[in-house]
């Protein structure tokens, strides 16, 4: 009979634990709930929960005119409400067959491309926290993100809900000094990118700890749908400012910033360049913006839409935003959709994180940038 | 037994009990504005004002907070371990508190020079590592265990090469009292003679006090706080006056050791508020650079953690005592220890730099992650 002690595998019975993150902890970002199976230190299991912050967005849209939908899709994409405008907007103008006067499209781009700049400087901030510095990359990215907004507050008189867009064009014109703060905001986002570049690339820290972690590779992330900055990292060029243009992205030239490993720090950094090539789209739309009507000559008073289906989707700062509309006729979509990038690069969560130690899984929730309004919905 | 305590002969357990009481006295206030201090010059870093509706300055506001923390109710979560969890705090302090006896704040400015006084501090501060376990594993919490886990695993790793580091110039001195370590050095400071040393400890030493980059088991963005999670009110304030009263012993003792406290320069002539004076301002630079590390540096992972102490420091630590050997009983001249301590620098750079620039990927869980895929 052999002893129970010689057999290595009888030595210790363990039992993995579940350790719950969120809804209330400090880096879920939001209220995102994951019970992580945990083996010591390694996770084994990841199991999220999701629908917090579900408040029914696309259902009340299909209860109201198509105007008064603008006001929602803002609230299912806060860090990035004019991207979230936007989709919409088009999305119906492409309905009702608008056509947009130029000026309004150029400055559509302006905001939406200054919504990426501070969507994304939030992204750094809260990932800095997530790796471990104490804060100083918060306060450092939302200086940024402050000048940003305050601009957005000089424009539509509000700071992140915005309902500035309208079908057709803006809601009014700009302000005047519009092209000489917008330089300013530029100017200063420039300095905060390189502030925060300074701060984590180059630490030695930041690099072993993002490198190599969370990888996932380009078949996979396809496979997930995963999109944007997220799907970039793993080194495929797929950009929707470039391969399904709308605006005027063909007319002004930027490059899509691609990764090679899929990992954390490649999607940090897709991110960090990222914001280099919004301030130079942003350069060229001030140089191509000329004055002229911001909304069509004609627009009926109450807004139909001949019967139809429509999918509209644009690049947002966390990838594909799509709106898919059906309507019946009439003053209302009778079914209205959004493609939520956050939701399905949140799939790959799973895949990235098993394996790795419960200090990356926070890294790893932090690399896929997630709004859980835009998840919930 | 008699003694001469400010010029007063007074019983030797008198004068103990008086010492004792000015330098807990003395404590509280320190840490009280340690916090500020730290409240300051972190927001200062992150382009904050720090508090400033308290008093001028915002200077009340530790008495603020320490009348709230008080004032709060003291709670126990229902699944805890009654006696460990309330026991847990007090083998936090009370270790931090008992090392103050040794601690030199000037030449003769101490409660006692013991003989083996780095010895005694060394192990009566290493208690504390206990005092986190306890506090993990009795609240019932599993980030708190995670937590306590992690400090245990971190308190063993790093109390080597610290440990090791401190007897290396101890060696030197050819004594473990505090206060001859320091008069040895009337002269020239031992960090001349041990660069890698001082880096060395203050490494260690960051990890001892669970400090930034090195707070893992507080770990606010993983584990929400670690160990501490379910202390509130009191309790809650002791875990904080143990981590800053260590802070200041352990940034003393480093500038006792290594920067040549209150004996250079020129201390022994210039007197006792000279002395002082120079004390503050060395801990006090051991202390900024603390608070400045903990505002730009991101947290290690545990494994990187461990594997820094075990990898590099401790060969690096344990060379550093062959060396200072080989140069003592051969009679060599002390500058070969200068240039082996900035080589020994190069190196530990060295083994950072190779670390971040491994590829992608760690084997060891890749593999697991593999294996477990295929079972």
Same mark, same amino acid.
């Given at each position: ?25 400090? %880096?879920? *970002?939001?209220? $995102?709930?994951?019970?992580?199976? @945990? !083996?010591?230190? &390694? ?5 999220? =929960? ?67 700049? %501070?969507? *994304?400087?939030? $992204?750094?901030?809260?990932?800095? @926290? !997530?790796?471990? &510095? ?5 306060? =450092? ?237 | ?375």
């Amino acid at each position: 009979m052999t002893s129970v002690l010689l057999q290595p595998e009888h030595e210790f019975e363990t039992q993995d634990i579940f350790v719950n993150m969120g809804p209330q902890h400090p %880096s879920t *970002h939001g209220v $995102f709930r994951m019970v992580l199976a @945990v !083996d010591g230190e &390694v996770v084994r299991d990841v199991l999220p =929960y999701i629908g917090y912050l579900h408040r029914g967005a696309e259902k009340l849209c299909e209860t109201m005119d198509y105007r008064q939908g603008i006001g929602f899709m803002d609230r299912t994409e806060y860090l990035a409400a004019f991207n979230a405008e936007l989709s919409y907007v088009m999305a119906v103008e492409k309905l009702a067959g608008i056509e947009v006067p130029e000026r309004a499209q150029w400055i559509r781009m302006i905001l939406c491309e200054l919504n990426r700049l %501070s969507s *994304h400087f939030m $992204f750094l901030g809260a990932f800095g @926290v !997530d790796v471990g &510095v104490l804060g100083t990359s918060f306060t =450092y990215a939302f200086r940024e993100r402050e000048v940003i907004f305050d601009l957005f507050e000089e424009i539509c008189g509000d700071r992140m809900m915005y309902s500035y867009f309208r079908v057709g064009g803006l809601a009014w014109e700009v302000t005047d000094n519009f092209v000489a703060r917008v330089h300013q905001v530029l100017a200063s986002a420039r300095q905060g990118i390189e502030d925060l570049d300074g701060l984590l690339t180059a630490n030695e820290i930041f690099q072993a700890r993002t490198k190599g972690i969370g990888h996932i590779s380009a078949a996979d992330a396809i496979d997930w749908g995963m999109s944007g900055p997220s799907l970039r990292a793993t080194g495929v060029s797929l950009d929707i400012r470039r391969d399904e243009p709308y605006l005027f992205y063909p007319e002004v030239k930027f490059d899509v910033i691609t990764g090679t490993n899929g990992d954390v720090y490649d999607r940090y950094i897709c991110r960090l360049q990222e914001m280099y090539q919004s301030i130079r789209i942003i350069e060229q739309c001030l140089q191509r913006l000329q004055p002229g009507p911001i909304v069509p000559e004609r627009m009926s008073r109450l807004l139909r839409t001949p019967p139809g289906e429509v999918y509209l989707r644009t690049e947002a700062p966390r990838g594909e935003y799509g709106v898919y509309m059906v309507s019946n006729g009439g003053n209302r979509p009778w079914r209205c959709k959004v493609r939520s990038a956050c939701l399905s690069n949140l799939q790959a969560l799973r895949d990235m994180t098993v394996g790795h130690y419960v200090s990356d899984a926070v890294l790893v929730l932090g690399s896929i940038d997630i709004v859980l309004s835009e998840v919930d919905r | 037994m008699t003694a001469e305590f400010l010029g007063i002969e007074m019983p030797v357990l008198l004068e103990a009990f008086i010492k004792v009481n000015i330098v807990v006295l003395a404590m509280t206030v320190v840490v009280m504005a340690l916090i500020y201090l730290e409240r300051k010059i972190i927001g200062r870093f992150q382009m904050r004002l720090g508090p400033t509706r308290t008093g001028p300055f915002g200077l009340l506001q530790s008495i603020a907070d320490a009348l709230k923390l008080v004032g709060k109710e003291d709670l126990r979560p229902t699944g805890a371990d009654p006696w460990v969890f309330e026991l847990s705090i007090y083998f936090i302090f009370v270790p931090v508190f008992v090392g103050f006896v040794v601690v030199p704040f000037a030449i003769g400015w101490e409660i006692r020079a013991l003989e083996l006084g780095l010895l005694y501090l060394l192990a009566t501060s290493s208690v504390s590592g206990l005092g986190f376990a306890m506090a993990g594993w009795a609240s019932d919490n599993r980030y708190a265990m995670l937590g306590g886990l992690r400090a245990v695993a971190q308190g063993v790793a790093y109390e080597i090469p610290l440990v090791v580091t401190l007897l290396a110039v101890a060696m030197l001195s050819g004594s473990l009292n505090l206060r001859e370590i320091m008069l040895d050095q009337g002269t020239v400071p031992n960090i001349v003679w041990q660069p890698l040393g001082f880096i060395m400890f203050y490494i260690a030493m960051l990890a001892e006090l669970n400090r930034a980059p090195f707070d893992i088991a507080v770990g606010e963005s993983e584990t929400a706080g670690g160990p501490h999670i379910e202390f509130s009110g009191i309790r809650w304030s002791m875990f904080q006056l143990a981590e800053y009263a260590h802070l200041w012993i352990m940034s003393i003792v480093g500038s006792a050791i290594f920067l040549g406290g209150s004996a250079w320069p020129l201390g022994e002539d210039l007197g006792t508020p000279f002395q002082l004076l120079l004390m503050g301002i060395k801990s006090s630079a051991l202390i900024f650079l603390a608070m400045w590390t903990r505002a730009s540096l991101p947290r290690l992972r545990i494994d990187q953690l461990m594997g820094f102490a075990w990898k590099v420091l401790m060969p690096l630590a344990f060379i550093q005592v062959l060396v200072n050997g080989f140069v003592i009983v051969y009679d060599l001249p002390l500058l070969l220890l200068t240039v082996q301590g900035l080589i020994g620098i190069v190196v530990l750079n060295w083994a950072i730099q190779r670390a971040v620039a491994r590829p992608a990927g760690r084997p060891g869980i890749a593999a697991w992650a593999a294996s477990e895929a295929t079972s």
